[in-house]
């Protein structure tokens, strides 16, 4: 008879049964809150597996929807909204390929004729392998919970490169033009990236409490970081004073705002349309990220240890801040 102990309950209030299957401890979604209702769900759950251990019932099948819900119920809220959004686009994308398959069936040969159809509507390469990515992370979740026997999308993934974008640090002059010609908030938050060489979103979601501008040197602490490890990055005795002089808004806890008061948003697209107003449109164009190349090649060029820029930028690793070796005799005009 089943009781409590084969209910599992997440964070988010859905309940999961939980069984032994193949002499592995298996967590499956009965997709309920109501511990009534699971309490229901969790008996025919245990039916089911008794049949088929005695060898009196197929196997069971769980289609490409339930793995996403499950991986959906694991993972999505430890996602940051940015990253939630691209895998949403990206399921969407999949779902109409592998829509009531069942996941046990589905194999590297139905990634690669996915991968094929993508590149053939005009996917890029980084597209398709975000796709494979989280189609990845839910073949996972399917693995662990005994669904499938092994995943058959890593192997694809390898035939498709990860595409670096050039370094192309921002000259002095050009970067002047942009500052000039920016709006007041948006040109504080251009300054913000090039003087700490910190992540787009590290700076457009910066809030005062994680300012310290009474310390000497004042510091700036990222909690939600790309590499999910906290770090702590001295700020310029300049850019503290900037930062002091700036006017706060008692109803919002953003450093940067727009002329609305909210933060910004879609920094990367803001400061596309900025480069063209403010350099033209023959002029090269610069991306956003270009200032963060620009922070990492300045320091190093005026002889920052490399571990100290490694730490100022969030690499987990410095054989990252490496591939800035070949400008340090390259002056940035």
Not at 4 to 18: E, P, S, V
Not at 99 to 110: E, K, M, Y
Not at 145 to 157: F, R
Not at 232 to 256: G, K
Request: glycine share 6%; aromatic share 6%.
């Amino acid at each position: 008879m089943p009781n409590d102990k084969n209910l599992w309950r997440h964070a988010n209030g859905t309940y999961y049964a939980r069984i032994q299957v193949n002499g592995r401890d298996v967590r499956r979604s009965l997709r309920t809150t109501d511990v009534r209702a699971a309490r229901k769900l969790l008996k025919k759950v245990i039916e089911q597996a008794e049949k088929r251990r005695a060898g009196i019932a197929e196997p069971e099948k769980h289609t490409w929807e339930e793995a996403v819900v499950r991986w959906s119920d694991l993972q999505m809220a430890d996602l940051r909204p940015g990253t939630q959004k691209r895998y949403l686009t990206s399921l969407g994308q999949i779902h109409p390929y592998f829509a009531g398959r069942d996941v046990a069936g589905i194999t590297s040969v139905d990634v690669h004729d996915y991968t094929v159809a993508r590149r053939r509507k005009g996917a890029s390469g980084a597209t398709v392998r975000r796709d494979l990515t989280i189609m990845s992370r839910v073949m996972r979740v399917a693995k662990r919970a005994g669904w499938i026997s092994a995943n058959p999308v890593p192997e694809e993934m390898e035939e498709i490169p990860e595409r670096r974008e050039p370094i192309r640090p921002v000259p002095i002059r050009a970067l002047a033009k942009l500052t000039r010609r920016a709006p007041p908030g948006f040109r504080d938050l251009i300054r913000f990236l090039a003087r700490t060489g910190c992540r787009q979103e590290e700076g457009a979601s910066l809030e005062w409490s994680q300012l310290d501008l009474r310390s000497v040197p004042a510091t700036c602490t990222f909690s939600r970081t790309k590499t999910r490890s906290p770090r702590v990055i001295e700020l310029t005795a300049r850019l503290a004073d900037d930062l002091r002089r700036m006017p706060r808004d008692p109803d919002s806890p953003y450093v940067f705002r727009s002329p609305s008061g909210k933060r910004y948003t879609n920094v990367p697209g803001r400061f596309r349309v900025l480069v063209r107003k403010a350099l033209g449109e023959g002029a090269d164009v610069f991306r956003c990220h270009d200032l963060r190349h620009t922070y990492a090649i300045r320091a190093l060029q005026q002889k920052t240890p490399i571990y100290d820029v490694a730490r100022q930028l969030g690499h987990s690793s410095v054989k990252t801040t490496e591939i800035y070796a070949g400008w340090l005799s390259r002056p940035i005009k």
